[in-house]
DNA sequence: CCCCAGGCTTTTC
DNA sequence: GAAAAGCATGGG
């Protein structure tokens, strides 16, 4: 198997990245001893974070999407961002306590992460905890995602790829509902927007569009049922390497009112609360990277403040 | 039986 | 238009 050490000048947490709720661990990646295994970009990767600042990374591929396999791990962790500098110069100024505090979680990255397997993941991320979130998307990839093998330190490892949008659109409904923890509503929109998918009335390509303002992408993306402007920003973020797009969910809405003193955070989270948070956001943070710099805030509230330790 | 969990949709004012 | 209530499910 292929192997390729990868080196950064900056900080990055591993571990913490794939244990912080993102879909990489979502996607039933399978851990044994220090090893990380997942599919990414249809192909098996094996992750073992040497230090702070070194990957081992393998592979059977040399190159992935156009890529060396360093050129796309690299790319695929963000490892070009330094972020330090994703804050305001002035954010250590103001808000002292609240830096200090940052200081564990400036390694914790967000990754590029498939558009498709990101809008489904995300999607079946309203109204559950982090586990059934985990749970469901497990169950989705194992029930509907293709079977792959990979030989690995002598071992047979059995990885599943995520469902292709095809196989998700073609799924009935009330055996797909068994994986969305029997919520039918759910099932049915997953089916609905992987038909979407598979008959080019979403076009994820076209959303990859850097030039497209994110409101427009964000209104796009809400047209479909089971999708409103926290999913959507969801996507956005973590699927099509939006880093200006920042959900606000119940816990975004907490650390806003509580580090930020959002008197709008106080307020129930409606669209229109929601619009209002996200303009407010936008001064105290870098708008180009608010989301990036929220998704730092968002864990360290979680692990610092609510003593959260559930992924 | 209460409340909460990385919200969305429909009804009502 | 915008706020309030309803929705749907499992776990603590």
């Given at each position: ?26 996607n039933n990646s399978n851990i044994l001893g220090d090893y990380h295994f997942s599919i990414i970009n249809s192909t098996p990767i094996i992750i073992n974070q040497i230090s702070e600042y070194e990957l081992d990374v393998y592979s059977d591929e040399k190159s992935i999407g156009g890529l060396s396999l360093y050129d796309f791990i690299h790319h695929y962790f963000t490892l070009e961002i330094n972020t330090y500098s994703v804050f305001p110069e002035s954010f250590s100024r103001l808000y002292p306590d609240i830096w200090r505090l940052l200081g564990n979680y400036l390694s914790v990255r967000i990754m590029r ?199």
């Open positions: 198997m292929y192997h390729e050490k990868i080196i950064t000048k900056n900080r990055i947490n591993v571990k913490g990245t794939l244990y912080s709720g993102q879909t990489f661990l979502w992460q498939d558009p498709f397997e990101t809008m489904i993941s995300f999607m079946c991320a309203q109204g559950v905890g982090m586990q059934l979130i985990r749970k469901q998307v497990a169950m989705l990839v194992q029930n509907y995602g293709e079977k792959r093998s990979v030989s690995f330190l002598g071992r047979e490892i059995i990885l599943h790829h995520f469902p292709s949008p095809e196989r998700l659109a073609g799924a009935d409904l009330i055996t797909l509902s068994s994986c969305t923890n029997n919520n039918r509503l759910r099932a049915r929109n997953i089916i609905q927007v992987s038909q979407g998918v598979v008959e080019g009335r979403i076009d994820l390509e076209y959303l990859c569009n850097r030039q497209l303002p994110l409101s427009e992408l964000r209104s796009m993306l809400c047209l479909n049922d089971g999708i409103g402007y926290k999913i959507a920003d969801c996507i956005a973020l973590f699927g099509l390497g939006r880093f200006d797009a920042f959900p606000i969910d119940t816990h975004v809405k907490q650390y806003l009112g509580k580090w930020f003193n959002s008197s709008t955070a106080l307020r129930s989270l409606s669209p229109r609360s929601y619009l209002a948070l996200d303009g407010e956001v936008r001064t105290i943070l870098n708008p180009d990277l608010a989301g990036y710099a929220g998704h730092i805030l968002f864990h360290c509230w979680r692990k610092e403040i609510k003593k959260l330790h559930s992924f």
